[in-house]
C-alpha cells in the first residue's frame, strides 16, 4: 500500500500508544550502564503464555526441546484445517536480539494469526539473547532448529505439514535472523533433503550501518525505535570490537549473488527510522539477481503489525497470505 506522499504526523490510536509507552518504560530501565540487562525487572511486564493443546480459533500449540543447554527450543502451531501439503512457516521474533521470546503474549498471538489465517504450520524459535549470548549465537540457533526439523520432522510435525513448501518469516531483529539463517541453509542446501526453502518474510528487518541514513535523522520520537536504542542492541549483540558495518549488522558484505537465495518480501513503514536500511536491503536483494518486493505501510510505525487493535496489521497478515500461495502456486506451475 505505498503512497505517493507520507503524512507529516504520526496518528496511533490511545491504546497504542499507552502499549508503547510501557514497552519502551520497561525496556528502557532494564538497560544498564556496564550493558547488561535486568531481566528479573523484565519479568515485572514479561506476561507469557503457555502452549494449548486444545484448539483455539482453529489453531492449537505445543512446545518441542532441541538443545536444552541452551534453552533451545520452539513453539509448534498446529492449524485445525483439511488438506494436503500445508506450509511450514520457520518464525523468529524481534526485539533487537535481546528481548522477548516465543511465548511472550503479543508473538504468541501474531504466530496463532499466521497458523490460522495463512494457513499454516508455524514454528516459532527461542533462540539465545543478547548481550550474554553475542553473534553468532542468534543464527547458531535459527539453524540448528531448521536441521532439527529436518532431522525429526516425522516425530514433530504432522503428515500433512509439507516441508518442501518452507517459508522463513520474522519481524525486527527476527528478519534479520531469518536472513542470515537462510543465508547459511543456502551455503549447506546439502545438509537438507525435506526442507526447501521457497520463500522469506521479512517484517521490518534489524539492519544498520555506521553511516546515519537519512530516515535515522529526521524521524525522530518515533515509537520504539530510535538511534540510541539500536546502537545499544548492535553494541550488545556483534562481537566485542566490532561495529555497525559489520556483516550481521549490514548484510551487503556478503555476496549472495550465487546463491539460491529464496524470494523475499520485505515490509517497510513510513515512520520506522529503520526504513531506509530495509529498503536498501530490498534493493540489494534484487541488485544480487533475487526477486524482492517491498511492501510499504506509510502511516505505520516500527512493529505496528504486533498491535491487532490496527487496522494494517489485519491487512499485513492478508499481505503475507496472498505471498504464500503466489510462490505454493509457483511450485506447482
Known amino acids: 500500500m505505498a503512497a505517493e506522499s507520507q503524512p507529516k504526523k504520526l496518528t496511533i490510536p490511545l491504546k497504542t500508544r499507552i502499549a508503547i509507552t ?40 505445543s512446545d518441542f526441546l532441541v538443545d536444552p543447554s541452551r534453552d533451545l527450543w520452539f513453539r509448534l502451531y498446529t492449524p485445525h484445517v483439511t488438506g494436503h501439503r500445508i506450509p511450514v512457516v520457520i518464525f523468529f521474533h524481534g526485539g533487537g536480539f535481546a528481548f522477548l521470546s516465543p511465548n511472550a503474549r503479543p508473538y504468541d498471538a501474531v504466530c496463532r494469526r499466521f497458523a490460522g489465517k495463512l494457513p499454516a504450520y508455524v514454528v516459532s524459535v527461542n533462540y539465545r539473547l543478547a548481550p550474554e549470548h553475542r553473534y553468532p549465537a542468534q543464527y547458531d540457533d535459527g539453524f540448528d532448529a531448521v536441521k532439527f526439523l529436518e532431522e525429526n520432522r516425522a516425530a514433530v510435525l504432522p503428515a500433512n505439514a509439507d516441508l518442501s513448501r518452507c517459508f522463513f518469516a520474522g519481524d525486527s531483529a527476527g528478519g534479520n535472523i531469518a536472513h542470515n539463517v537462510a543465508v547459511r541453509v543456502c551455503r549447506r542446501a546439502g545438509c537438507f533433503a525435506a526442507v526447501r526453502l521457497v520463500g522469506l518474510v521479512s517484517i521490518q528487518p534489524f539492519f544498520g550501518g555506521e553511516e546515519r541514513t537519512e530516515a535515522e535523522r529526521r524521524l525522530v520520537g518515533m515509537p520504539l525505535v530510535s538511534p540510541d536504542r539500536t546502537d545499544w542492541c548492535w553494541r550488545a549483540m556483534l562481537p566485542e570490537g566490532a561495529n555497525r558495518d559489520h556483516e550481521a549488522a549490514k548484510p551487503s558484505v556478503v555476496d549472495i549473488s550465487g546463491m539460491d537465495y529464496p524470494d523475499t518480501m520485505v515490509v517497510v513503514a513510513g515512520f520506522d527510522p529503520l526504513r531506509d536500511w530495509q529498503r536498501g536491503y530490498c534493493e540489494w536483494l534484487k541488485l544480487s539477481g533475487k526477486r524482492a518486493r517491498l511492501v510499504e505501510y506509510p502511516n505505520m510505525f516500527h512493529a505496528f503489525y504486533i498491535f491487532p487493535e490496527l487496522p494494517e496489521a489485519g491487512e499485513l497478515v492478508q499481505r503475507i497470505k496472498d505471498f504464500v500461495e503466489e510462490r505454493v502456486a509457483s511450485l506447482s506451475a
Not at 38 to 47: A, M, Q, T, V
Open 22 to 61: 510501557v514497552i519502551s518504560t520497561f525496556t528502557d530501565n532494564a538497560q544498564r550502564p556496564d550493558g547488561s540487562i535486568n531481566r528479573r525487572f523484565l519479568r515485572l511486564l514479561d506476561f507469557r503464555a503457555p502452549p494449548n493443546p486444545n484448539p483455539i480459533n482453529s489453531v492449537s500449540s
